[in-house]
């Protein structure tokens, strides 16, 4: 799909106004504010229930456990589904399935047949839901915008998920009070379905290709791969788990904590969707203000910060004697929270190009929600041995021993490379048909070296091999002869031939940049000699 039009103001383009013009993302925007209404609707409902089931911190904490595990457990295969298939029907698959999740928990209510662990089971389906669907929204917003517009798309996604976080709350708890958490679950399905019937109206152009499509397994192995040889990958899977996995606790724990703030009567569900509300509110104002807070504080140093300041937050909420001293707090611990998590994410989003980019965030949300549901059970099984106060109060320490733990690993360094596609690489020629399946491909790249230069050269090739691999070849190694040392061979293997040409449509221009330094050092008379050579089957006897 072409991108949305430009302005000749290259500040109105970025801003989220000219963003929201686009009639398309505007479409995406209004489903993922539904979508993500029709999430905390769920999960308010669901933890609120469950404390009216049982008693227990540990059972009431794995509401969030069951509600994040399916993105841990079903992230990588969303992540690949949503690369090699249509992503619309994808995304409209994933709105149907929590339509039907939510009628079935409904009905189930409805009947007096739930029980702690059959809810906890709906949850997990419900979760199932989300863990199809946000790789998919992931590379669909943007393939919508221009790169300098994509941190203007992430805020907008935030002020959605945070709207929805007011406003699912407030519409569950009320609902809740007035006639019970059964009505919840069923506006949950009826919203569902309306944004099903949203998307069924989108007509997203496909994207054509001469080559066939990727194998589900191998999409998995290649994606997999490219992620393990990122380093700006590493960086923003390791901050984001980590402060997942502290953060956790306090959303966990939030509705036992919101009991205990209602003096002798205990709290009511109004209290804890006021709580949940409070966090949404600081989020949104953050969110609004995060485009402009970037442009003069380093994303390691607003991290640095934000962290700091909502683990100050998760004590002030655990300790607050009333509901006056906790929404306050809320505010700024939701302020901090989006600020966080959002400049984690857009470090993700720049070290990914367009044809993995699913893959990759399915990956991220693997380690950022998979994370959610550890620190949810670790700090349930906390507050089970101590108290909620407790737990809560040792995971906002976590966090700056966590933040202490990763202080060299800087996320600035995401936006270095220039991951634009390019067409300047273009697929060779050969002498005979080679069909599709054909392979392994083994392909050979000849570079002689001047002796003085060997050592940058060998510098260059390390960054080679992780790029090479990050493209998805099977195996990358750099011989050297024997009998002339100048000579260095570059040799690399592709599972098929329609692999190998695939990676001509994956080249970026830091990919040209990068030949282009291979290049400089080679000192022969002619070009590097490139040889490919196809496995041939022999017939057997």
């Not at 398309?24 to 669901?46: G, K, P």
């Not at 002339?484 to 940049?513: C, K, N, Q, S």
Request: glycine fraction near 6%; include cysteine; aromatic fraction near 6%.
């Amino acid at each position: 799909m072409s991108p949305p039009a430009t302005s000749p103001k290259p500040d109105a383009a970025a801003s989220s106004t000219a963003l929201l013009r686009n009639p398309v993302f505007r479409m995406l925007w209004c489903v993922w504010v539904a979508a993500n209404v029709c999430l905390w609707m769920n999960d308010v409902a669901a933890a609120w229930l469950m404390t009216t089931l049982t008693t227990s911190p540990v059972m009431v904490a794995l509401v969030q456990t069951a509600s994040s595990l399916p993105v841990f457990l079903l992230g990588l295969p969303s992540g690949a589904l949503a690369d090699i298939v249509d992503r619309r029907r994808l995304l409209l698959f994933t709105q149907v399935w929590v339509a039907v999740v939510g009628l079935i928990t409904c009905m189930v209510a409805f009947s007096d047949a739930i029980t702690p662990g059959l809810l906890l089971l709906l949850t997990f389906a419900n979760g199932i839901g989300l863990a199809l669907r946000w790789p998919v929204y992931a590379a669909l917003v943007p393939e919508l915008v221009e790169r300098r517009q994509l941190s203007s798309a992430l805020a907008l996604n935030a002020i959605a998920m945070n709207a929805s976080r007011i406003a699912g709350p407030a519409v569950a708890g009320a609902l809740i009070a007035a006639a019970g958490s059964a009505y919840v679950f069923l506006l949950n399905a009826l919203l569902s379905l309306m944004a099903a019937l949203v998307l069924a109206r989108w007509r997203r152009a496909p994207k054509v290709s001469a080559l066939p499509g990727e194998r589900f397994l191998g999409a998995i192995r290649v994606g997999v791969q490219h992620v393990r040889q990122s380093r700006q990958m590493h960086t923003a899977l390791l901050r984001i788990s980590l402060f997942f996995l502290q953060g956790a606790a306090l959303p966990a724990l939030l509705p036992l904590l919101a009991k205990g703030l209602g003096g002798n009567n205990g709290g009511s569900a109004g209290t804890f969707t006021l709580l949940l509300a409070c966090m949404g509110v600081g989020a949104i104002a953050a969110a609004i203000a995060l485009p402009r807070l970037r442009e003069g504080v380093s994303r390691d140093r607003l991290v640095a910060l934000c962290t700091l300041l909502h683990a100050g937050s998760m004590i002030v909420v655990s300790l607050a004697p009333n509901v006056y001293v906790a929404v306050p707090a809320m505010m700024v611990l939701g302020a901090a929270w989006i600020s966080a998590a959002n400049t984690i994410t857009l470090s993700a989003q720049l070290a990914l190009p367009d044809w993995v980019r699913a893959r990759g965030m399915s990956i991220y949300q693997m380690a950022m929600l998979g994370s959610a549901a550890a620190g949810a059970a670790l700090w349930g099984q906390v507050a089970g041995l101590t108290d909620v106060r407790t737990s809560i109060v040792c995971a906002a320490l976590a966090a700056v021993l966590c933040l202490v733990f990763t202080r060299r690993r800087t996320l600035d360094s995401a936006a270095l490379e220039d991951l634009t596609p390019t067409d300047r690489f273009k697929s060779p020629d050969t002498a005979l048909d080679i069909a599709a399946d054909a392979g392994p491909v083994i392909v050979t790249i000849e570079y002689r070296i001047a002796p003085e230069n060997a050592s940058a050269f060998l510098s260059v090739m390390q960054q080679s091999r992780r790029s090479r691999l990050r493209q998805g070849v099977l195996s990358w190694e750099l011989l050297r002869d024997t009998a002339d040392p100048d000579l260095y061979v570059e040799h690399f293997i592709d599972e098929t031939w329609a692999d190998h040409l695939r990676r001509f449509d994956r080249m970026t221009e830091a990919d040209v940049g990068l030949r282009e330094r291979r290049l400089a050092f080679h000192v022969g008379e002619r070009p590097p000699l490139i040889q490919r050579r196809v496995a041939e089957p022999t017939p057997e006897r």
